[in-house]
């Protein structure tokens, strides 16, 4: 039998505000209703050129380049309360989330994370229609990533203002646990980031859940990709439990 996913019940969610939700409540970020059609950002990666004199069998050579997210288009149904929202939002970043419903409890779902803003958000009236339309173009900044569902699965806030260098822990992260991706709000530099973590593996323990020594907090900088301090950004985690 074909493993293929409906899309009914598929949503489209924002974070309503400029910071790591809390613990558990990035699923409960605005939903944005009466949704006809979700197209994610895409990653798209460039090709650079590479080609020399001497390149083999007189062909050119490439090498993979920076990758471009692009945008993400939505059709919507417009409704007043939907449209307001969305113009006080113009311009400015949030992360954004479509959920692919794949698991039993729609938080679970298969989730396309990006950071991004709206940058488009017309409304179309016409005489031949039956409806007033409502489009929304989002500018995807960074990396789109695909965190996949599991039943259980759980986000969790690490506690904001916090130097990260020293390392950390993550309250109600069981051993054994796997980090499925990372997100990152920088207040002063109003930057996010969000990342593919991977399967947390402490060669010790094998406990996969950051505690507090300098070598885990390593470990996640060098997972989501960060070469500075972390001091000063806000991180959270989506986990998915041992028994999940």
Known sequence: MSKSVHPYKSRLRVTSTLAIPADDAFGEALNIGEVINIKPPANNVADSKRTHLQSPNKAHEFAAGLSDAGEATINLNMTTDQLAS?????????IWMAVIPDMPAINDGTKIVWAGFLRGNPVGMDTEGDKV?????IR???????????????????????????????????????????????????EWRIFNAGTRTDADDNTPCFETTLSEANKIKKAAGFTE???????????????S
């Open 140 to 190: 995807a900044s960074g990396k789109a990533v695909v965190v996949k569902g599991k039943t259980g699965q759980k986000f969790r806030n690490i506690a904001a203002d916090a130097s990260y260098d020293g390392g950390f822990a993550i309250a109600g992260c069981a051993a054994n646990s796997v980090v499925a991706a990372v997100v990152g709000w920088n207040a002063t530099t109003k």
């Open 133 to 137: 339309t409502h489009d929304m173009t």
């Open 229 to 243: 301090s972390l001091t000063g950004w806000q991180l959270g985690v989506w986990v998915n439990t041992p028994d």
């Open 86 to 94: 969305a113009h006080a939002i113009e311009g400015l970043f949030r």
